[in-house]
């Protein structure tokens, strides 16, 4: 349609072709290649072929027949392509916290100073700070809402699920809760978040060994941080606990602040576990051996709807 109506622009020429064909007692003119034989009937009907179009054109609603239709200009079109681009780069590239900004400059100067001594090294030192910038990426999640779920803190494997006494440091009820341990390697994203949503009653911290976090003792001997979170249905326990080659743990908030469901409150460097305590009726809804999205997987549920614990098996 487009192509058709434009053909039928009229133009200055075109139009002083077209009113000298429908002139009185005009001959159209005999073409060489037709060996002296008439005009064609396409041609000999190109005025009213013309009129019909731009009749045409204009119930369509193209009412400017004399100008040619609006199109994109090239400007507009790369504009375009570019912002799509933009975007789908940034739906693939991952925020990086800002915890790890120190680390990613020390490896970006050792990879050059590798690579000047030799060219081997400096690969492995580019290998090392891409590395570095993939585990300290801080992704954006989407947490669910509603009251009573207890979300996972941590990215990771589900290596526990047992009943366990609370730290003595968060002052918690002296008797058994359910402590689910999520296990993170140095593969795992280390930025943690808030499991419920309340207020942090306590807070402490706990010097002590670099254990294999995936160790039942480490929750006792290992360096630890430790929160209670008040909840409607009681307070809720939540431990960071260093690993093996995990040497500090860095804390975004302080006792008394407020946190809501999947809020980002710390952070574990390389390689830790995280447990998480909770009442002892609650019924965990996750397995052993699943693994964990920060922000997202579903633990619990603290209203008590789900009445069994669940069977789970590897497939």
């Not at 990613?104 to 100073?113: K, M, S």
Request: hydrophobic fraction near 45%; charged fraction near 20%.
């Amino acid at each position: 349609m487009a192509g058709q109506c434009g053909l039928a622009a009229p133009a200055r020429a075109r139009r002083y072709a077209v009113n000298r064909r429908e002139a009185p007692g005009f001959r159209a003119p005999r073409p060489l290649h037709s060996g002296g034989k008439a005009a064609p009937a396409a041609f000999r009907s190109f005025p009213r072929r013309a009129k019909a179009l731009n009749q045409r054109c204009a119930v369509a609603g193209f009412r400017d027949r004399g100008k040619p239709f609006p199109r994109a200009s090239r400007r507009t079109r790369t504009a375009e392509l570019s912002m799509s681009l933009v975007d789908s780069v940034r739906k693939v590239i991952v925020p990086i916290h800002k915890e790890g900004y120190v680390f990613i400059a020390i490896g970006l100067v050792a990879t050059i100073v590798l690579a000047n001594l030799w060219s081997p090294f400096g690969w492995i030192g580019a290998i090392v700070t891409v590395w570095i910038c993939y585990f300290f990426r801080d992704p954006v999640r989407i947490t669910p809402q509603r009251e009573g779920l207890v979300i996972s803190p941590a990215d990771g494997r589900v290596s526990q699920i047992a009943s366990a006494m609370p730290p003595p440091e968060l002052d918690l009820p002296a008797e058994p809760m359910t402590r689910v341990s999520i296990f993170m390697n140095v593969f795992d994203c280390h930025v943690n978040r808030a499991p419920v949503p309340g207020r942090i009653l306590k807070m402490a911290y706990t010097p002590g060994l670099f254990l294999n976090a995936e160790l039942d003792k480490a929750s006792d001997d290992n360096e630890r941080n430790a929160l209670a979170i008040e909840t409607a249905s009681g307070p809720i326990g939540v431990v960071q606990i260093a690993g093996l080659i995990a040497r500090r743990i860095v804390p975004f908030v302080k006792e008394g602040d407020t946190l809501a469901t999947g809020e980002r409150f710390g952070l574990i460097r390389f390689g830790s576990r995280v447990d998480v305590y909770l009442p002892a009726h609650v019924v965990p809804l996750v397995g052993e051996g699943q693994t964990a999205i920060a922000g997202e997987t579903v633990l619990a549920d603290l209203s008590g709807n789900e009445p069994l614990a669940r069977s789970y098996r590897g497939i």
